[in-house]
């Protein structure tokens, strides 16, 4: 069967390279190894050296580039290692426009590396296509787009900003970490090139560091993969075959942790010690109809705001389910307090106009069961000694 005509979960565990071609194994094997022999040194040949290319990693490259409807995809040691592979391409002069709400590592590798190399950004809110409109200037060569945002789920418009950026040849990127492929692609609305923290939902288990970079363009794929090379930012063996395990089950798991997130949204909206919640099935969420006509899901990531660090501090103290940690989109719920953990390195003044305040906190549903959960987080909730103002 060809791959356009499968369906998602079909090519989930079809849409790479299902068998070893030389042993006939049903798991691509680990190929953990550095070089390869040549025997024939003068010729060329697919495999020498693992930072040029690994089998496993092929693999991996192959699989996402076809769940994301793109001719080529790039495995890299982290989601901040794709991240800075695709925007360190830019160039002394050039501009580079950003949404507002905005992962804390890529506001800091832009604010703080794009100067050294003389590129200029700016930050727009994502929610307005005239305020993307304005900022393009002639220098204007890129516009990266995150959507849902973290933490605050904005919702940007991808056809809208396609549509400008194509009318100044700019190019596009967005990072698609919290739809995966299941719920969102981005290349098929008109995306340059899409972006992952594969640690996230994608290998899903919280046991692998890992980013992917996907494009359909041939140039800017002969890019990537020069600076992934030159970067020596490749992912190992080893994470690109847990990865591939971890794609297999991707759907049967956020399946699930879409139904837990869209559950909880609901019912924290209720109570009275919440004073908001951030997700994109909510009735009153900004940009919802936008986002339902981008994606399928509102996806398995909820933020709440209790008000104030010392009720956040009251609700940490007794919830037991999740954990608290820096990451999202294992199969347990995890809890984020993004003021002190994933915005942290963006001063505390730009944080609090972006709206991530200390009552903040962010809420990545596993797979446990939803009334298990949403017991234990009333629970907490109960301890929780103010109302939220």
């Given at each position: ?27 691509i ?32 490259e ?80 890129g ?28 190019k ?7 739809m995966?492929?299941?719920y ?14 594969a640690?996230?939902?994608?290998n899903?288990h919280s ?26 930012s ?11 395990r971890?794609?297999k ?37 900004k940009?919802?109809?936008?986002h ?8 398995a ?15 940490f ?26 915005h ?44 939220a103002?």
């Amino acid at each position: 069967m060809e791959m356009k005509n499968m369906k998602l979960d079909t090519k989930l565990i079809h849409g790479g390279p299902l068998l070893d071609e030389y042993t006939g194994s049903s798991s691509i094997p680990i190929y953990q190894a550095s070089t390869f022999h040549q025997a024939h040194f003068t010729e060329q040949q697919e495999f020498t050296y693992t930072r040029f290319g690994n089998p496993t990693r092929k693999a991996l490259e192959e699989t996402i580039a076809c769940l994301e409807c793109g001719e080529y995809g790039f495995a890299f040691s982290s989601g901040m290692g794709a991240i800075t592979a695709v925007l360190l391409n830019f160039s002394k002069g050039d501009h580079v426009i950003l949404c507002k709400d905005i992962y804390g590592g890529t506001y800091q590798l832009v604010t703080e590396m794009f100067p050294k190399y003389g590129i200029e950004y700016s930050f727009v809110d994502e929610t307005s296509l005239s305020s993307w409109e304005e900022a393009i200037k002639e220098n204007t060569r890129g516009i990266y787009i995150e959507t849902p945002s973290n933490p605050l789920l904005t919702i940007t418009d991808i056809k809208g900003v396609v549509k400008l950026a194509k009318q100044h040849n700019i190019k596009t990127m967005i990072d698609n970490t919290f739809m995966t492929p299941i719920y969102q692609n981005p290349i098929t609305l008109g995306v340059d090139i899409v972006i992952h923290s594969a640690t996230k939902f994608i290998n899903g288990h919280s046991d692998v560091t890992a980013g992917l970079v996907v494009t359909s363009d041939e140039e800017i794929a002969n890019t990537i993969s020069k600076t992934q090379k030159m970067f020596g930012s490749m992912l190992d063996p080893y994470n690109c075959w847990l990865v591939l395990r971890g794609i297999k089950t991707m759907n049967v798991r956020m399946e699930k942790e879409v139904e837990n997130a869209d559950f909880i949204a609901k019912e924290l909206q209720k109570h009275s010690k919440v004073k908001a919640v951030y997700y994109p099935s909510l009735a009153n969420h900004k940009g919802k109809e936008i986002h339902f006509s981008q994606a399928s899901s509102g996806g398995a990531v909820l933020t709440f705001d209790l008000g104030n660090y010392e009720n956040v501090k009251d609700f940490f103290a007794n919830v037991t389910l999740p954990i608290v940690a820096v990451s999202l989109g294992g199969v347990e719920s995890i809890l984020s307090y993004p003021f002190t953990m994933s915005h942290a390195v963006i001063p505390e003044e730009e944080r609090l106009n972006l709206g991530v305040t200390d009552g903040l906190i962010r809420l990545s549903c596993g797979i446990e069961d939803k009334y298990d959960l949403l017991n234990d987080i009333f629970k907490a909730l109960d301890q929780v000694k103010s109302v939220a103002s």
